[in-house]
Nanobody, 117 residues
Framework: VQLQASGGGLVQAGRSLRLSCAAS????????MGWYRQAPGKQRDLVAT???????NYVDSVKGRFTISRDNAKNTVYLQMNSLKPEDTAVYYC????????????WGQGTQVTVSS
């Protein structure tokens, strides 16, 4: 499985960015796709996840500002990020996993998001 993320960049606080991540290879029908982020010197943390059925989950700090969505036909997950804050600055990683098989857990290469104040 390969994950290709895109859409990062440098923006001013209050602006928006949209991340995309396309998965290819042996994609299982039932999976959870998600976005995680890692700021310098910190651990990688959950941002949002979405199941094949469309059930989403967000970390509290992005609720109301970020929206995760997916296109199952394209095996692609998106993260619409609005009202960005400097504390959102991080490398964003996409992930796909299957809860029934812990070995099915893949990561994209990461895309840098930098929010200036």
């Amino acid at each position: 499985v390969q994950l290709q993320a895109s859409g990062g960049g440098l923006v001013q606080a209050g602006r928006s960015l949209r991340l995309s991540c396309a998965a290819s290879g042996s994609i299982v029908r039932t999976n959870i796709m998600g976005w995680y982020r890692q700021a310098p010197g910190k651990q990688r943390d959950l941002v949002a996840t979405i199941t094949t059925a469309g059930t989403s989950n967000y970390v509290d700090s992005v609720k109301g500002r970020f929206t995760i969505s997916r296109d199952n036909a394209k095996n692609t997950v998106y993260l619409q990020m609005n009202s960005l804050k400097p504390e959102d600055t991080a490398v964003y990683y996409c992930n796909v996993r299957n809860i029934r098989n812990s070995n099915y857990n893949y990561w994209g290469q990461g895309t840098q998001v930098t929010v200036s104040s």
